[in-house]
Protein backbone atom coordinates (compact mmCIF):
# COMPACT_ATOMS: atom_id res chain seq x y z
CA UNK A 1 0.00 0.00 0.00
CA UNK A 2 2.99 2.39 0.67
CA UNK A 3 3.96 2.22 -3.13
CA UNK A 4 0.83 3.45 -4.63
CA UNK A 5 0.95 6.26 -1.82
CA UNK A 6 5.05 7.04 -3.43
CA UNK A 7 3.88 7.05 -6.34
CA UNK A 8 0.51 9.40 -6.02
CA UNK A 9 2.44 11.71 -4.15
CA UNK A 10 6.06 11.84 -6.68
CA UNK A 11 3.01 12.71 -9.53
CA UNK A 12 1.19 15.17 -7.84
CA UNK A 13 4.76 17.10 -7.38
CA UNK A 14 5.56 16.83 -10.74
CA UNK A 15 2.39 18.45 -11.71
CA UNK A 16 2.83 20.93 -8.96
CA UNK A 17 5.93 21.70 -10.26
CA UNK A 18 5.23 21.53 -14.21
CA UNK A 19 1.69 24.54 -13.10
CA UNK A 20 4.00 26.12 -10.86
CA UNK A 21 6.61 26.75 -13.60
CA UNK A 22 4.25 27.70 -16.08
CA UNK A 23 2.72 30.67 -14.21
CA UNK A 24 5.71 32.02 -12.78
CA UNK A 25 7.12 32.41 -16.76
CA UNK A 26 3.60 34.06 -17.31
CA UNK A 27 4.80 36.60 -15.14
CA UNK A 28 8.21 37.03 -16.25
CA UNK A 29 7.92 37.30 -19.95
CA UNK A 30 6.88 40.25 -20.94
CA UNK A 31 10.02 42.87 -21.46
CA UNK A 32 9.92 46.19 -23.10
CA UNK A 33 13.02 47.13 -24.51
CA UNK A 34 13.59 50.65 -25.71
CA UNK A 35 15.25 50.69 -29.59
CA UNK A 36 19.17 52.35 -29.40
CA UNK A 37 22.38 52.85 -30.82
CA UNK A 38 25.83 51.85 -30.30
CA UNK A 39 28.74 51.70 -32.29
CA UNK A 40 32.14 53.02 -33.55
CA UNK A 41 33.44 55.31 -36.24
CA UNK A 42 35.87 56.98 -37.34
CA UNK A 43 36.21 60.38 -38.99
CA UNK A 44 38.84 63.15 -40.16
CA UNK A 45 39.65 65.48 -37.78
CA UNK A 46 41.39 68.63 -38.87
CA UNK A 47 42.37 72.15 -37.52
CA UNK A 48 40.85 75.32 -37.63
CA UNK A 49 42.99 78.87 -39.37
CA UNK A 50 43.28 81.06 -36.80
CA UNK A 51 43.66 84.72 -38.32
CA UNK A 52 42.88 88.44 -37.81
CA UNK A 53 44.22 88.12 -34.34
CA UNK A 54 43.80 91.04 -31.97
CA UNK A 55 45.17 91.50 -28.02
CA UNK A 56 43.42 93.88 -25.52
CA UNK A 57 45.79 95.26 -23.38
CA UNK A 58 45.14 96.23 -20.08
CA UNK A 59 47.00 98.45 -17.21
CA UNK A 60 48.85 96.80 -15.21
CA UNK A 61 47.74 95.76 -11.66
CA UNK A 62 51.75 95.54 -9.82
CA UNK A 63 53.32 98.38 -12.29
CA UNK A 64 56.25 98.02 -9.41
CA UNK A 65 57.53 94.73 -10.39
CA UNK A 66 58.24 96.10 -13.75
CA UNK A 67 54.83 94.87 -15.24
CA UNK A 68 53.65 97.52 -17.60
CA UNK A 69 50.90 96.16 -19.30
CA UNK A 70 48.76 92.76 -19.21
CA UNK A 71 46.86 90.99 -21.93
CA UNK A 72 43.20 90.85 -20.15
CA UNK A 73 41.80 89.62 -23.34
CA UNK A 74 41.97 87.97 -27.28
CA UNK A 75 39.78 88.52 -30.08
CA UNK A 76 40.52 86.17 -33.37
CA UNK A 77 38.23 84.63 -36.47
CA UNK A 78 38.25 81.32 -37.20
CA UNK A 79 38.12 79.67 -40.45
CA UNK A 80 35.03 77.34 -39.89
CA UNK A 81 32.07 77.70 -37.44
CA UNK A 82 32.96 76.62 -33.49
CA UNK A 83 30.65 75.58 -30.81
CA UNK A 84 32.88 75.80 -27.42
CA UNK A 85 36.15 78.12 -27.55
CA UNK A 86 39.10 79.06 -25.10
CA UNK A 87 42.71 80.08 -25.17
CA UNK A 88 45.94 80.37 -23.58
CA UNK A 89 49.12 82.52 -23.10
CA UNK A 90 52.49 81.01 -22.93
CA UNK A 91 55.73 81.69 -21.40
CA UNK A 92 57.90 78.90 -23.12
CA UNK A 93 55.78 75.72 -21.73
CA UNK A 94 54.06 77.66 -18.84
CA UNK A 95 50.83 79.02 -18.85
CA UNK A 96 50.66 82.37 -17.27
CA UNK A 97 47.13 83.55 -18.50
CA UNK A 98 43.96 82.69 -21.19
CA UNK A 99 40.15 82.08 -20.39
CA UNK A 100 36.58 81.62 -22.35
CA UNK A 101 35.53 82.76 -25.39
CA UNK A 102 31.90 83.75 -26.88
CA UNK A 103 30.92 84.66 -29.97
CA UNK A 104 28.03 86.79 -30.86
CA UNK A 105 27.21 84.84 -34.72
CA UNK A 106 29.42 83.65 -36.90
CA UNK A 107 32.96 82.71 -36.54
CA UNK A 108 34.44 86.06 -34.75
CA UNK A 109 35.32 85.25 -31.06
CA UNK A 110 36.45 87.65 -28.33
CA UNK A 111 37.91 86.17 -25.18
CA UNK A 112 37.98 87.44 -21.77
CA UNK A 113 41.03 86.34 -19.39
CA UNK A 114 40.02 84.47 -16.41
CA UNK A 115 42.77 82.53 -15.53
CA UNK A 116 46.25 83.67 -13.50
CA UNK A 117 46.09 85.43 -10.33
CA UNK A 118 44.36 88.62 -11.56
CA UNK A 119 43.18 86.70 -14.49
CA UNK A 120 45.25 88.58 -16.75
CA UNK A 121 48.95 88.26 -18.17
CA UNK A 122 51.75 90.63 -18.31
CA UNK A 123 52.95 91.20 -21.63
CA UNK A 124 56.81 90.79 -21.36
CA UNK A 125 56.30 87.17 -20.34
CA UNK A 126 53.92 86.28 -23.08
CA UNK A 127 56.13 84.33 -26.04
CA UNK A 128 52.64 82.07 -27.15
CA UNK A 129 48.78 82.15 -27.70
CA UNK A 130 47.19 78.59 -27.76
CA UNK A 131 43.60 78.36 -29.33
CA UNK A 132 41.32 75.55 -28.57
CA UNK A 133 38.26 75.15 -30.30
CA UNK A 134 35.31 72.40 -30.81
CA UNK A 135 32.94 72.52 -33.29
Not at 40 to 61: D, K, L, R
Not at 67 to 92: E, K, P, R
Request: glycine content about 18%.
Amino acid sequence: MHRHLVAKVVGAAVLLTALGGGVASAFTAGNTVNQSFAGEGVGVVSGYTVYNVHYTIAQSNTPGLGNDANISGVSFNLDHAATSVGYALYDGGTAVGGGSCTTSGGNLWTCQASVSPDGYAPVYQVTGLDITAVG
